[in-house]
């Protein structure tokens, strides 16, 4: 029997003929100040051997999420989309119920929110957010934390607060891997890790690292801190395309993953995706 190809976790698309995407500036982003659709990863997805991806939203925009379950139901590759809605709504789980009514609404897996956005370092704990994320909760969706490093500590808490939600830790956290700080990240994710109801994307590194000069030792520490903390059953492949473009190509992401797990880790690049995310199109699941 032929192995099961790969998913990836974690990418987005997005047009700007239809939307701006306001966090694109500066020139340093600028490389991906364009289009990107399905149809410009297809070749990539193909090359590595995806079967399955999880796309994701970007902007805090209702119309987004919509879209992208459209987008879900009229391509096969794309097989979980983790959307965006405002958790402090009193009514979210009416939203969420019509999120999961619309075209394509089978393949809403997750919600997810810049929370690294937000001023407030513990904008988790705030009580109409957490009555947001046991909304989620109960809707049997998981929830994607899109954090920096001093936002961490929140996290451990929310997800101590909310043992029912299963919640997934996203580009590891954004550590500081250009400066090659490991401290106090390490000790913020090992705490986290602690939770058997969080996981963990092994993405967005090479964009936290130097974009021109990164060497897969400068992100092994990084790597090896999730992998030994998560362990790999409980840790998934992101690419973070096309973001992750502004520093490696797909091929050299889904390369450089393969080499800091010390090969094609069947949890790592399918099995963890598969359970917490993909197992849940359709309906409720149970929990991470």
Not at 66 to 75: G, I, Q, T, V
Not at 248 to 270: C, I, K, N
Request: proline letters at 7%; aromatic letters at 6%.
């Amino acid at each position: 029997m032929t192995a099961p190809g790969i998913v990836d976790a974690h990418h987005h698309v997005w047009d700007l003929a239809v939307r701006d995407q306001d966090w694109i500036t500066g020139p340093e982003l600028a490389p991906i100040r364009r289009t990107f659709t399905l149809d410009d990863l297809a070749p990539d997805l193909r090359a590595a051997g995806v079967e399955a991806s999880v796309l994701v939203q970007t902007v805090t925009v209702a119309e987004e999420t919509p879209e992208f379950l459209a987008l879900a139901a009229r391509n096969d590759v794309v097989a979980g989309v983790v959307g965006w809605t405002d958790l402090t709504r009193t009514d979210i789980a009416v939203t969420l119920d019509r999120l999961r009514e619309l075209p394509g609404g089978e393949h809403l897996v997750g919600i997810r929110h810049q929370v690294q956005g937000e001023r407030d370092p513990e904008w988790l704990l705030r009580p109409d957010v957490r009555r947001g994320l046991a909304a989620v909760a109960d809707a049997g969706l998981v929830y994607d934390l899109v954090v920096l490093p001093h936002q961490l500590p929140a996290c451990v808490r929310a997800a101590a607060h909310h043992p029912e939600l299963s919640f997934v830790l996203d580009h590891l956290g954004k550590p500081p891997i250009a400066t090659g700080e490991l401290e106090p990240w390490r000790d913020h994710v090992r705490a986290l890790a602690a939770l058997p109801n969080v996981v963990c994307k092994l993405s967005g590194m090479v964009t936290e690292a130097d974009h021109a000069r990164w060497t897969v030792d400068d992100l092994r520490p990084y790597a090896d801190t999730v992998l030994d903390a998560f362990g790999p059953a409980r840790v998934m492949f992101g690419s973070d395309w096309p973001v992750c473009t502004l520093a490696a190509t797909y091929t050299e992401v889904v390369d450089t993953a393969r080499t800091l797990v010390g090969g094609a880790d069947p949890h790592v690049f399918g099995e963890t995706a598969r359970r917490v995310y993909l197992s849940r199109v359709g309906g409720r699941n149970s929990r991470t």
